[in-house]
């Protein structure tokens, strides 16, 4: 396939079919028939007008939620975040000079799972690469073990928390916190989890502490230290983080977290406080800047990680060094144990055209047929990574990223179950084909009502919700049920 | 490099234009003005909207004036569609004002509909933004940017902000036990939150993964008033206690609860996990359920270095002695720890474990798979009976130069 046909098929693929957190696929948009990119400035606004150099550059990130590379594979210009990207941003400040001290309010990851403590790990590794001074933690940072948050974190003098740490408070590796200088000047920084967001961590390696009280003990050695500025990354909701800015005026500047997506346009004090109030939004997609001069008030950037940012190449070789190692772990090293599925076994949509040629004939001529070939396309490959392929083969839960019981295990072993196939929407097909050839006419008569409820039987919304599990607003961003379904009838 | 040299200009540009700027800000047509802050901030593009004014301007030209720029919306139900805020522009100048291009921040849910007459001098026109809920996330904040033809004010911005509210909440919506220490119990609490209709009720729940489920007990709780937040109605803390007894390993469950909610009848909750044993081992390429550490090839003039984090656990540790390891492979794998520290006093111990493949090891395969050689194992006896040796494996395998 010449390289035209290539983007064109997956720029179909993405276009209108199977989802996946691939966002390298290299499809022009979803929704969109144009092959150039769009203008990101025009998308989402210049940056830093009218700024001068500041004496200091105070950029804020996080809840990554494990969002290493842009959220969803709906065609890179309309994505944002991703490690690449942040880290050409930071060069290019300090390219010009500035002096940038880089802060993370922890939540890299989201779930438990083997494949999360690997990205916590790789998560890790490009936070140092982009010279990060202060990290805190999530809820599902700790709910990791507390020996593989160790191995991770040890020795990159990051991370910081007043109320939580590995086995003990105030260790070598997770101070309860950090005194930053830079620019001239001295920025104290620690971190909270928030009370909420502790009652979800059954961790007994986890050392916690209430944030309030915590503080308590902390604020006076960060006064003693008598720091230009003072930082609370709170990974706590607003009206906690409200809370102890109230009860702690020293903070001139809070982060909060579990706010919305889309972070605020403007800077606000949290009221009845001094404290400016941060919020980082979701999944890395922004980092907010604050510039911090000798004589001028402050100024502030939301800065979306657009494509107006190259990819930087140390990231990206930990991001091929993310999905090699997810290949060379397979599916057991990851602890993906196939579950049932209720309703059978897969037996894939080739054994289905025996019967329903016409509507084979419709699906073979669908990207959804080349989904798992997609994968295979990018660069990285994507194919051994999990949260790709639960969207793009045939029998494995597309939200919960775990195959099903004879679901696909590899191209070359279950190649039958290639693409996003008839069973990832009708439901498994084996006891149908199975009931169809034999004489139980009963069984039949079940089995194809069984069938028929996710086909022509099934209301609107319910078509639409399953269409959603990978058509998600991450990775099909402007799909709308009644044109994507036009594509695919049958 | 594109950024930086927008930035340059602007800089440059900025500096003509300061004076301008600095009258702009005292109130721009737009209402927007800097704020008073010990730390005073601006908006992100403060800069675009107070530079290039030019009062006395001869020719006709619109100048839009937006009687608000965000609205909240309040709480508002999931799942519900077509929210709208109508936000009304005023044109103050003397030439029509027209609207040009819009971008919306979430193109799945957020809608703009701009108008398709240009407003004339001293008309109002109206900017409708739709919203729709569909969402896991608790906030929104959504913004509309739309382009104008004022050469004052050439992009105005909208934004929508919320709370959303379910019928059932449920928080959190996965349990996760980390490091359950076998033959221990572990107890961890779900808390379910109606927030319309004072009586909720589980009417029924099940262990979806049969033959572990008796290793799980599940209690219910209503809530009282007290305990209710943010506006909830009722609720319930659903607390899920493990058992001693599950072996070690990954823990995999789901409990499916049934409610009285009509919107909300099925509730499924994951419980994930582990169990551990006395001993458990950190590195980011170990494998915790095949219990082995995963080096892979390494080139013979490479070598390679790496510390694995060994976790002990015990009633009286404070005396731990190690003694030397018992390698397999005792050629390709050299052994050192580091310092013994106690984690918690006398009941945890950390221990850091050099393993190396020295460069120039002579070519050897210890990867374990069908027709290769095992993998090499490494035995660290301990002075205490009960913990008896601690094994680990290491699967690696020495490879030529290319």
Redesign the interface.
């Known amino acids: 396939m010449d390289v035209l046909g290539r983007a064109t098929l997956v720029s179909l693929i993405c276009l209108v079919f199977a989802g996946c957190s691939a966002s390298q696929a290299a499809a022009p948009s979803d929704g969109a028939a144009s092959p150039a990119l769009s203008d990101p ?12 150099k500041p004496k200091l550059a105070l950029v804020f990130t996080g809840e990554q939620l494990g969002y290493i590379e842009p959220c969803g594979c709906a065609g890179l210009e ?1 994505q944002k975040g991703g490690l690449r990207r942040r880290d050409t941003f930071l060069k ?1 400040l300090r ?2 000079g500035w002096p940038v001290v880089a802060l993370d309010n922890g939540g890299l990851i989201r ?4 494949q999360q ?2 990205k916590f ?1 790789k998560a890790v590794e490009g936070l140092k690469l982009m010279d990060y001074k202060a990290v805190g933690f999530g809820p ?1 940072d700790l ?10 974190i ?1 020795g990159t003098e990051m991370f910081v928390s007043a109320n939580t740490g ?3 408070l105030g260790s070598d590796d997770v101070p309860r916190f950090r005194i930053i200088e830079a620019g001239g000047m001295k920025i104290g920084v620690t971190s909270v989890l928030g009370d909420r967001f502790q ?8 050392a916690l502490m209430p944030a309030k009280a915590a503080l308590k003990e902390v604020v006076p050695k960060l006064a003693e230290k008598k720091c230009d500025h003072y930082v609370l990354l709170a990974h706590a909701t607003l009206e906690e983080t409200t809370e102890l800015a109230k009860a702690y005026p020293l903070f ?2 809070a982060v909060m977290a ?12 949290i009221p009845g406080t ?1 404290t ?1 109030l941060i919020e980082v939004g ?1 999944k890395g997609m922004y980092a907010i800047t ?1 510039g911090i001069y000798e004589d001028k ?6 800065v979306p990680l657009d494509h ?2 190259a990819d930087a190449a140390e990231i990206d070789e930990l991001v091929v060094g993310y999905q090699d190692e997810l290949e ?2 397979s599916w ?2 990851l ?1 993906l ?1 196939p ?1 049932p599925h209720a309703q059978g076994k897969f037996v894939g949509s080739k054994a289905c055209a025996d019967c329903h040629r016409d509507e084979y004939a419709v699906w073979k001529a669908t990207p959804h047929a080349h989904a798992t070939e997609t994968l295979t396309h990018v660069k990285p490959p994507r194919q051994f990574d999990p949260e790709c392929i639960s969207c793009h083969a045939t029998g494995w839960n597309p939200q ?1 990223f775990f195959p099903y019981v004879s679901g696909y295990a590899s191209i070359k072993e279950t190649p039958m179950l290639n693409g996003s196939g008839c069973e990832n929407c009708h439901g498994p097909g084996a006891e149908h084909t199975a009931a169809e050839k034999g004489s139980d006419k009963t069984l039949q008569r079940r089995l194809r009502e069984a069938i028929a409820r996710t086909g022509t039987g099934a209301t609107k919304e319910s078509q639409r919700e399953s269409c959603m599990r990978c058509h998600d ?1 991450d990775n ?4 709308d049920f009644d044109k994507y379904w036009a594509k695919i009838q049958h | ?4 040299l ?2 340059t200009f ?2 440059v ?2 500096v003509l234009v300061t004076t301008a ?1 600095s009258l702009a800000r005292l109130g721009t047509p737009l209402g927007w003005s ?2 008073s ?12 909207r107070t ?1 290039a004014t030019s009062p006395n301007e001869p020719e006709a030209r619109p100048v839009a004036v937006a009687e608000e720029e965000e609205f909240n919306f309040g709480n508002l139900p999931n799942k519900t569609f077509d929210n709208r805020r109508v936000f009304k522009v005023r044109n103050e100048g003397t030439a029509p004002l027209r609207f040009t ?1 819009s ?1 919306v ?5 957020t809608f703009v509909d701009l108008p398709e007459t240009p407003i004339a001098p001293g008309e109002t026109g109206e900017i409708v933004v739709r919203w729709n809920v569909d ?1 896991h ?7 509309v ?1 739309v382009q104008t033809n004022d050469p004052d004010h050439d ?1 105005l ?1 909208f ?1 929508i ?1 919320g709370k959303v509210v379910r019928p059932l909440a449920v ?2 919506q ?6 359950v ?1 076998v033959g221990a119990q ?4 779900i808390r379910l939150l109606a927030y319309f209709s004072d009586h909720l009720e589980v009417t029924n729940y099940k262990l979806a993964e049969e033959s572990t489920s008796h290793y799980f007990d599940i209690t219910m709780t209503p809530l009282t008033k007290d305990q209710l937040e943010n506006q909830a109605q009722s609720g319930i803390d659903v607390t899920v206690t493990v058992k001693p007894g599950l072996p070690v390993g ?1 823990i ?1 469950q789901s409990l499916q609860l049934t409610t009285n909610i009509e919107e909300e009848p099925e509730v499924s909750v ?1 419980i ?3 169990v ?1 044993g006395p001993v ?5 390429d ?5 219990n082995y550490l ?1 080096i ?1 090839h390494v080139k013979q003039s490479d070598g390679v270095k790496t ?3 060994l ?1 002990i656990r015990g009633s009286d540790l404070g005396d731990l002695e190690l003694g030397p390891a018992k390698i397999s492979d005792p050629v390709s794998l050299k052994v050192t720890y580091g310092k013994l520290s106690e ?2 006093p006398g009941t ?1 111990v ?1 221990v850091p474990v050099t393993i190396e493949i020295p460069p120039g090891t002579p070519l050897v395969s210890h990867m374990g798979g069908p027709g290769e050689a095992k993998m090499a194992t490494i035995e660290i006896p301990t002075n205490k009976p009960a913990l008896g040796g601690v094994k680990l494996s290491v699967r690696f395998a020495v490879i030529a130069d290319e």
């Open positions: 400035i025009a998308q989402n606004g210049p940056i830093f007008k009218g700024w001068a309309n290019q390219e010009q779930r438990f799972n083997r403590e690997i790990t599902d709910k990791l073990p507390a020996g593989s948050l160790l191995a991770a040890a590995l086995f003990e009652k979800q961590i059954t961790n007994d390696d986890i001139d500047i579990h706010g919305a997506d889309e972070p605020p346009h403007e800077l606000k004090k001094k400016t979701h604050l008030p402050v100024r502030f950037q939301r107006r940012f060379q772990l057991q090293g602890g144990r579950a919960e607003l099909s961003p402007k799909f | 490099m594109k950024t930086f927008t930035m602007v800089v540009v900025g700027a800097a704020l802050l010990d730390l005073p901030a601006e908006t992100d593009d403060a800069a675009s530079t291009n971008s921040s979430c193109t799945k849910c969402t996330e608790d906030h929104f904040r959504q913004s940017r992009e911005r934004v902000t928080e959190p996965k349990l996760v036990f980390t490091n220490h572990a107890q961890a609490k990954s995999g994951s994930t996990g582990d551990t458990s081992f950190g590195h980011k170990w494998d915790h359920d095949l995963r892979g510390v694995v984090n976790i984690l918690k945890v950390r």
